[in-house]
């Protein structure tokens, strides 16, 4: 759905062994070529900081670096920092900085090499009251940053937190070549046409919107094979595999589900998958008196059949889910199945509940000659069309059990603003994208219900909010496992979401370019490896 | 002649500068009620404390209130400064710029080919000499006004694409090959789509009917002048420069979607993602620019009406 959506904040850097001169690749495979990739919208802003959308995270894959990274694997690996130490408590961390990574061209940095300042520098930056950013709020736990040498740096902690390391990954920006080098606003000319250490530098930005990147020859892990990228932005989602198509474009980075097929049968291109931590999901207002019942919850589940829509929507391309993480998390308990498609069940846990009369309508009666009906709200996103087709599934399997669905479509902004700020709802269709903490706290806690809080549904539990807060204040990962396998099977059992489905995104590549590895939601974290075969060029 | 145009345009002027006053408000007011913010333009709100989103709100100056806010914003206008874009940082004027261009080269010839259809079938239909031309001709403009503009731009790229192997889209400074299709396939979709073709062709042909029944007409008939001279200041020049003005709006609406659907990168794709990211100060400047192209045309329409006949100025 909305990239925007986003619990828990996403981190990354640019990755990758450490192999390889500023010179060139050792790899053997050829340097040149370009590549077009289409993405849809086009990014508000070109840096690491300011930047808050998906297209922008993508785009700084490509222009800058961290001081660690991830693999492919999402295994911290070392970036700009080539070693580290912590310190027994778990609070300070001391970074060895390469002494090899050089500033891109256009930042006029001269000879100067990226060091400890520079890093320290980018963390005042995020932290500066002047620059808005969502960095901020992650970036709190840091107490101190401090150069101890040139290369060497010190961050403190104020508590220690799980995967630190991982939440250290931001990137680092030339401060100098800022227009203040305190802060970082949206009208600094660096946001439009920032420079970076990253494996290719911003050339220019055409007035069509294209953002066009050359291979930075300086570096540090050695030349990228191509020659030259280019960001071509889309306003229509639908146009984006025509272009595909039609040769406006080498590679699409999420391919419309309609179109999977079209591009599969073409022998130009290569399709692949990659696998976001997010999943969708029916959320169920508290507040409505009838969905406050367990059984009922419990009934829309059983009722939905999810493997249909999954299999005829999304032509099979995805995994059903059975409780609030997503599969590929480690925190998924794969012992929790989801709830089979089952309309008697659906109607004995309705009777249970209460709601056994049938109205001259059709629909369970609920109250004096009142259905039992929900309004489904669902977001407006010319992105995915395929939303609609969910909805109208759902109204139908739910009138199969009885229950009146009303939909209610909303313009974007305004559905956020009902389901966020004003809890208008009685059913949403939502998506929520994770980074690797799995962390559900924001999502479930009771403490979590008030305006523009994750847990929007206002679901309150003692037990897990208890779960929650230990699993927070625990370091030990495999006790954290546990905790987040109880409460999976605890939110499956008590269905505050209907569990639907976590999806399997494509990308679209030319068959030219060789060596295609993609980062799950970073994408471009490894694209300095890839290459054209020069008769390909 | 020239006092009365003179004194027309300075009335028009005045009228102007009032509209801009009512449309810049309303757009404000409807703005600040619309649900949705900002600010998540900047940040992801659900992940900040109510603090640290009320510290974004401030810095973006969105904590004061709203006559305060349409204040500074007039009062910026009066230098001439439209302000800054909330999404991009760049300078609203020259977002308009780099847009504006693109948008005029569209909506103008989309303008001159609805003209040029509605003006031959018009004409055709109104001397009844080719019945079947002129009838085929109706029939065609109707049929594509009534289909949606955004279809329409699917169908038309459906069509170029299968048919004529080439992707109508507008083509970056990266992109080698592109081909006329790109320019002129939105220009159709534009020109005889979005509804306006059949009410400009039936307009006109009505008005065409109504100037030949006159009795200047006849006697120009009778005396074996030419039609043309005759006809084409009632028959064309005041009916054309009425409806050209009048549909100026709709044009400028139907390029929202086309430039949408063919990923033309000019004022209508900019209006649309001010609009879904609540960029304010880019919507005010597209509405303010708007509106004075439709008033612009609105004056020159009068201005042209009063030239050919200066009755109309009193």
Do not use: C
Not at chain 1, 87 to 116: C, E, I, M
Not at chain 1, 428 to 449: K, P, R
Not at chain 2, 64 to 93: F, K, M
Not at chain 2, 255 to 277: H, Y
């Amino acid at each position: 759905m909305k990239s925007a959506m986003v619990a828990g904040v996403v981190f990354g850097v640019l990755a990758l062994s450490t192999s390889g001169s500023a010179q060139g690749r050792t790899d053997g495979f050829p340097d040149g070529g370009k590549l077009v990739y289409g993405e849809y919208g086009r990014p508000a802003t070109l840096d690491p900081i300011t930047s808050n959308d998906m297209v922008g995270l993508r785009l700084t894959e490509l222009l800058f670096n961290g001081l660690v990274s991830f693999s492919p694997k999402n295994e911290v690996v070392s970036d700009i920092a080539e070693s580290w130490t912590v310190s027994p408590d778990n609070r300070v961390y001391t970074f060895k900085l390469r002494s090899d990574v050089k500033w891109h061209l256009k930042a006029n940095a001269g000879d100067r090499t990226v060091g400890a300042d520079d890093a320290v520098a980018t963390l005042d930056v995020i932290r500066h009251a002047r620059t808005l950013t969502s960095l901020k709020a992650p970036y709190e736990l840091v107490a101190d940053a401090r150069k101890v040498d040139a290369q060497t740096l010190e961050i403190t902690l104020k508590r220690p937190i799980v995967n630190a390391l991982g939440r250290l990954s931001f990137k680092l920006i030339p401060t100098f070549a800022l227009k203040n080098p305190e802060f970082l606003s949206r009208d600094d000319p660096f946001a439009q046409s920032p420079s970076g250490t990253g494996p290719f530098q911003l050339a220019q930005v055409t007035d069509e919107g294209d953002v066009v990147m050359e291979a930075n020859t300086l570096y540090f892990k050695g030349r990228p094979h191509l020659d030259k990228l280019v960001l071509k932005p889309f306003a229509d989602k639908n146009v984006l595999t025509q272009a595909l198509l039609f040769n406006s474009a080498d590679m699409v980075v999420e391919v419309n589900p309609r179109d999977i097929a079209q591009i599969q049968g073409d022998k130009r291109f290569n399709l692949y998958p990659y696998n976001a931590l997010s999943y969708t999901f029916f959320g169920h207002n508290f507040k409505n008196p009838h969905l406050a019942k367990k059984e009922v919850r419990q009934a829309i589940a059983y009722a939905t059949n999810r493997q249909e829509m999954l299999d005829s929507f999304y032509a099979s391309r995805g995994t059903l889910i059975s409780g609030p993480f997503a599969p590929g998390s480690w925190a998924y308990n794969l012992d929790v199945k989801p709830l089979p498609f089952n309309i008697a069940r659906a109607k004995e846990l309705l009777a249970q509940a209460g709601y056994n009369k049938t109205g001259a309508d059709g629909y369970l009666a609920a109250e004096e000659g009142k259905p039992l009906q929900f309004t489904l709200k669902i977001p407006i996103e010319k992105e995915n069309e395929t939303i609609k087709r969910v909805a109208l599934a759902f109204q139908n399997y739910m009138k199969a059990a009885g229950i009146k669905i009303n939909l209610e479509f909303r313009e974007w902004q305004a559905w956020k603003q009902d389901v966020f700020v004003d809890h208008d709802f009685d059913i949403v269709i939502a998506n929520w994208a994770f980074d690797d903490s799995a962390d559900i706290s924001t999502l479930f806690h009771s403490g979590e219900t008030a305006a523009w809080r994750n847990n929007f549904v206002g679901y309150s539990n003692p037990d897990v909010d208890g779960l929650i807060v230990e699993a927070k204040t625990t370091l030990d990962r495999e006790k954290q496992r546990t905790i987040n396998q109880r409460l999976h099977q605890t939110l499956a059992e008590e269905q505050p979401y209907t569990f639907l489905w976590t999806l399997t995104n494509y990308a679209a590549v030319h068959r030219k370019v060789r060596h295609v590895e993609l980062h799950p939601f970073k994408l471009f974290t490894f694209a300095d490896t890839w290459y054209i075969p020069k008769k390909e060029q | 002649m020239l006092k009365r145009v003179a004194r027309a345009l300075a009335r028009e002027g005045m009228r102007t500068a009032v509209l801009f006053l009512l449309v810049t408000l309303a757009m404000f007011v409807l703005l600040s009620r619309a649900p949705g913010d900002p600010v998540s333009l900047y940040v992801n709100v659900q992940s900040l404390s109510p603090e640290e989103v009320e510290a974004v709100r401030h810095e973006l100056g969105l904590d004061r209130s709203l006559p305060v806010r349409y204040g500074v914003w007039l009062g910026r206008l009066a230098q001439g400064d439209l302000g800054t874009s909330l999404r991009s940082g760049r300078p609203v004027a020259v977002e308009l710029w780099k847009t504006g261009w693109r948008t005029l080269l569209l909506t103008g010839s989309a303008m001159a080919l609805t003209l040029l259809f509605a003006s031959i079938t018009a004409y055709l239909a109104a001397m009844k000499r080719h019945p079947v031309v002129a009838s085929v001709l109706t029939a065609i403009g109707y049929a594509l006004s009534g289909l949606p503009v955004f279809w329409l731009g699917y169908l038309a790229i459906y069509i170029a694409t299968t048919r004529f192997q080439v992707l109508p889209l507008m083509m970056g400074a990266e992109s080698e090959g592109g081909s006329w299709a790109f320019f002129l396939v939105p220009v159709v979709v534009l020109g005889l789509g979005n509804g306006t073709v059949s009410e400009v062709t039936r307009h006109l042909r009505t008005h065409l009917e109504g100037v030949l029944r006159e009795d200047y007409i006849r006697t120009a008939r009778a005396k074996g002048a030419s039609l043309w001279r005759h006809l084409y200041k009632d028959g064309f020049v005041m009916p054309l420069s009425s409806l050209l003005a009048n549909k100026i709006p709709y044009v400028l609406g139907g390029a929202i979607v086309v430039e949408q659907v063919f990923n033309w990168p000019g004022m209508g794709r900019l209006t649309w993602q001010a609009a879904s990211d609540r960029d304010y100060p880019t919507l005010l400047g597209v509405t303010l620019l708007a509106a004075l192209v439709v008033r612009v045309a609105h004056v020159l329409k009068e201005a042209v009406q009063v030239a050919v006949n200066p009755q109309l100025a009193e």
